[in-house]
């Protein structure tokens, strides 16, 4: 731990909460007592689970381009406000930002997969940018993200899961590829905002898709705008 508040973090991996979320101190740090800014070594090849869980006063991480993981709830109910995520990272864990304070973040095209409630209760998250590179977006992955207006599903995600956008209250557009064959359970339940669904297939592939119980549950939009017309929404 530095004079300015800042921690710098060497070495291998960092699982289990070894630094922030134990009883143990690291340098005289704990997850109560540590602020401001993180500075992760390149040495440092993965942010395991529960990493930095629980640490409310952390506000901005520097991620170097030898972490190719970011793991299960690794910044978990974090504070954090900014976070830039290298193109070397190749998975976003479960419950990975959880609860932070997070208001927009880019995730670079080398990702493929982002976990279950990997950005669930970012209240205010107003923006993301999903790469075509992912292909699977988790269970409510964006539950409760109240700030979201928009979002494009990348053209590689065949199924929208349980819960995915559930409660983005003001969500108010959202753009579908033609990829998704699926759209599970309350996967749109209560985007109470969402006027507008986009579809980038045609009315036959949407009637071909499998749709889940209440997918669209409080949706106020009454039809779906796909490439060749317009789908009524029951």
């Not at 529960?50 to 690794?74: K, M, Q, R, W």
């Not at 954090?80 to 927009?104: H, K, N, Q, W, Y």
């Not at 107003?126 to 988790?138: A, L, N």
Request: proline share 3%; hydrophobic share 35%; charged share 15%.
């Amino acid at each position: 731990l530095v004079a300015d508040g800042t921690l710098v973090v060497t070495d291998g991996v960092l699982t289990s909460g070894f630094y922030m979320n134990s009883d143990e101190d690291y340098g005289n740090t704990s997850a109560e007592t540590l602020s401001g800014n993180l500075l992760i070594d390149n040495t440092v090849t993965s942010l395991g689970e529960s990493a930095f869980d629980s640490c409310p006063n952390l506000n901005h991480v520097a991620i170097p381009d030898s972490v190719t993981e970011i793991g299960d709830y690794a910044f978990c109910n974090c504070y954090l406000t900014e976070i830039i995520i290298p193109d070397s990272v190749t998975s976003i864990g479960e419950s990975a930002f959880e609860g932070t304070r997070l208001t927009s973040i880019d995730i670079p095209d080398s990702v493929t997969e982002i976990g279950d409630s990997a950005f669930y209760n970012c209240f205010d998250l107003t923006e993301i940018i999903i790469p075509d590179s992912v292909t699977s977006i988790g269970e409510g992955a964006f539950s409760n993200c109240y700030s979201l207006t928009s979002i494009t599903i990348p053209n590689n995600v065949t199924s929208i899961n349980f819960s995915t956008f559930s409660t983005c209250k003001n969500l108010i557009e959202i753009i579908i590829p033609d990829s998704v064959t699926t759209i599970n359970k309350s996967a749109f339940y209560e985007c109470t905002n969402l006027s507008t669904i986009n579809f980038s297939g045609t009315t036959s592939q949407w009637a071909a898709i499998t749709f889940g119980d209440i997918w669209n549950y409080n949706v106020p939009a009454t039809e779906v705008i796909c490439s060749d017309g317009t789908v009524a929404l029951s």
